[in-house]
């Protein structure tokens, strides 16, 4: 588990789901723990008041965290059908504070729900944005991007170009790619500005 900056972690563990290690944030400040995977150094390691989902496909290990602290699960309210099965989760909307220092942008593009997280002087990312082979930023491969990959890069890099302008970050956090933790703002805008931003080789 590594300290990003003051207080805030992130850490990886293998998500047997997708057969790759897959990152998870927990802001100590606020007590907010984000896309939850158990560390190794195991659940006691953290003391959580709340459990964000930065999009509705990343309820990972919340469960164990419920059943040790009893926290409630937060999501975007356009991805509450996805806990139908009787998990309780709580919808959250744009532009709500969800604890101290911590805010929800809109992403949407990818799914309605897709959202990136302020939390203090970081932003973070569900799927919008990975770290490429080489450490570079990326999108996720086409075959992920439905049926027209093209008009989803388009679309995500203009939401990622209003958050470098709008928002007030310097470190970035990915749920699948290790974190930027300074000059973040200038990279995802250099990332979203590029005219072939994300796009395969041909």
Avoid at 3 to 8: A, C, T, Y
Avoid at 30 to 44: I, N, Q, V, Y
Avoid at 148 to 155: F, I, L, S
């Amino acid at each position: 588990m590594d300290e990003i900056r003051d207080g805030l972690f992130d850490w990886t563990a293998f998500r047997d789901t997708i057969r790759q290690d897959v990152h998870s944030h927990f802001h100590a400040p606020s007590g907010t723990l984000f896309d939850p995977m158990e560390p190794a150094e195991g659940l006691r390691r953290l003391q959580p008041q709340r459990i964000v989902l930065s999009n509705r496909h990343h309820w990972r290990h919340s469960g164990r965290y419920v059943e040790a602290f009893g926290v409630p699960v937060l999501c975007h309210e356009a991805g509450l059908h996805e806990f139908g099965d009787g998990r309780e989760v709580r919808g959250f909307a744009w532009g709500d504070e969800l604890a101290a220092g911590v805010v929800a942008h809109e992403v949407g593009v990818l799914c309605p729900e897709e959202t990136a997280v302020q939390i203090d002087g970081a932003l973070l990312f569900a799927d919008s944005v990975i770290r490429g082979p080489h450490g570079e930023l990326a999108f996720v491969p086409d075959f992920l991007l439905g049926d027209d990959p093209r008009a989803v890069r388009e679309g995500l890099r203009a939401v990622l170009s209003r958050l470098a302008a709008e928002v007030e970050f310097d470190a970035l956090l990915m749920a699948h790619g290790a974190p930027v933790a300074t000059g973040a703002r200038s990279m995802l805008r250099t990332f979203a500005e590029a005219p072939t931003a994300g796009a395969p080789p041909a």
